[in-house]
Nanobody, 123 residues
Framework: QVQLVESGGGLVQAGGSLSLSCAVS???????MGWFRQAPGKEREFVAATSWSGRTYYADSVKGRFTISRDNAKNSVYLQMNSLKPEDTAVYYC??????????????????WGQGTQVTVSS
């Protein structure tokens, strides 16, 4: 069983920055990795992903403000979030896709998930 553990969430003022980390208990080389978020009363939504080859993809709502990266040697994935807005408030989840699969914006295409970390942006 692969375990993912997110960290780095917290409370920040609008315009501020946070850096999320996701530590994975198994090798991530060859696997697409993604970040999703879920706000209260809303469905889980795609935020960003990195393919197994290192290409990156972003939701339009975070493009230009968030940066996803991966370190295969450390089995870790990161999400740098800048210029945060109150509407970014949510629980953020790290997820691992299937080996050598294409990037998907659908949560159904991801196999393992972390427990989530709360990000709260105050206005």
């Amino acid at each position: 069983q692969v375990q993912l553990v997110e960290s780095g969430g917290g409370l920040v003022q609008a315009g501020g920055s946070l850096s999320l980390s996701c530590a994975v208990s198994a090798r991530i080389s060859g696997y697409p990795m993604g970040w999703f978020r879920q706000a209260p009363g809303k469905e889980r939504e795609f935020v960003a992903a990195t393919s197994w080859s290192g290409r990156t993809y972003y939701a339009d709502s975070v493009k230009g403000r968030f940066t996803i990266s991966r370190d295969n040697a450390k089995n870790s994935v990161y999400l740098q979030m800048n210029s945060l807005k109150p509407e970014d408030t949510a629980v953020y989840y790290c997820a691992q896709g299937f080996r050598y699969s294409s990037i998907s914006y659908s949560a159904d295409e991801y196999d393992y998930w972390g427990q989530g970390t709360q990000v709260t942006v105050s206005s």
